[in-house]
């Protein structure tokens, strides 16, 4: 008999599901008698004992569904030594729920965040299994995490219908895409949609490329332009300043996002037409797409099976096409980046892309 936990943490993604799915499929076909208790919103569930016993029959018809069943919710790693509002140490009722309910090991399904925690508990002696969720994919120590391919999809379909209307009214449009600190979304919906310039914060842009660019294509006779702008793009100037200049810059921050700044700045030096567009959280919403439909039941697959095998403290990655397992301790804490040297941005340079660089 098995008894596992298991809790999806931080914010959503497509395939949540699928891969809890996975999971408890592959443990069911083994044979081996399972009980699945499942944490509801995240570490919430694990830190104040709110969790629902779960059955086949809640795993039957999920692995198309968005969202997640167990609920999810943010719970910041540098809190998770701080007592709560009443006193509790969170840590301690953390592993006291898991010894409470005798369970064998906890399956985290989370990003960056989740990842520091999920290492932490491993630390503190209890067995983890983690699966690698975020539309950011900036997850260290894997390829690629679930929820990225969905979200590349609705980033680029956004692009797509812009497009059209860029077209007909000749204009600067900025989709302004997720992907937090890194580019990873941005880069490849841009890619995916056509965008002719794409700004992402691993490469800080100069307002006057963007506008030399800009200025190419007219003088190619192109009337419109389409701008991929990850909500982490940064400026030259804005990167060379000291974390502690820049927040207390963005203090008195007057736009939005990003994207608002840069369609101010080139509508005053150019006197263009310039619009916003920001899909926001319907890049994490909907149903998963086929590639992370599999690609979430391969992971969740391997979970059980190392589950089955008493193998604890991993991360369940992907790299060169291979599904492979991490270390916990190696994964938390790093951010994958992309890097401005990548083949990828090369060849995006190649054809045209500007990055504003
Ligand atoms: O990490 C996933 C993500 O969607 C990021 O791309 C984005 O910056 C952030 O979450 C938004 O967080 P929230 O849902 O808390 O507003």
Known sequence: MKRIGMLT??????????????VVKCLSCSGEAVEIYGFLEGYKGLIYGDFRMLTGADFSGILTKGGTILGSSRTPFKLMR????????????????????????????????????ANLLRGEGLNVVTLPKTIDNDLWGTDMTFGFQSAVDIATDCIDCI?????????????????????????NAGMAGGADIILIPEIPYDINKIIEAINARAERGSK????????????KEDAKLS??????????????????????????????????TVPGHTQRGGSPCPYDRVFATRLGAEAGKMILNGEYG????????????????????????????????????????????
């Open 9 to 22: 943490s931080g914010g959503d993604c497509q395939a949540l599901n699928a891969a809890m799915r996975g």
């Open 82 to 117: 701080e007592p709560d509002e009443n006193g509790l140490d969170k840590v301690e009722a953390m592993k006291q729920n898991y010894y409470k309910l005798k369970l064998d090991c906890l399956v985290i399904l989370g990003g960056n965040g989740t990842h520091k925690t």
């Open 163 to 187: 497009h059209t209307t860029a077209a007909s009214h000749g204009r600067i449009f900025i989709v302004e895409v997720m992907g937090h600190k890194v580019g990873w979304l941005t880069l």
């Open 224 to 235: 419109f332009t389409i701008m991929a702008v990850a909500e982490g793009a940064i400026s």
């Open 243 to 276: 974390k502690k200049e820049y927040k207390e810059k963005m203090k008195n921050y007057p736009y939005p996002s990003v994207s608002y700044e840069i369609a101010d700045k080139i509508q005053k030096k150019t006197g263009l037409d310039v619009r916003v």
């Open 314 to 357: 991993f991360m369940v990655g992907y790299k060169n096409r291979e599904v492979i397992k991490v270390p916990l301790e190696e994964v938390a804490g790093k951010l994958k980046m992309v890097s401005p040297d990548a083949t990828i941005v090369q060849e995006a340079k190649l054809t045209g892309i500007s990055f504003g660089d």
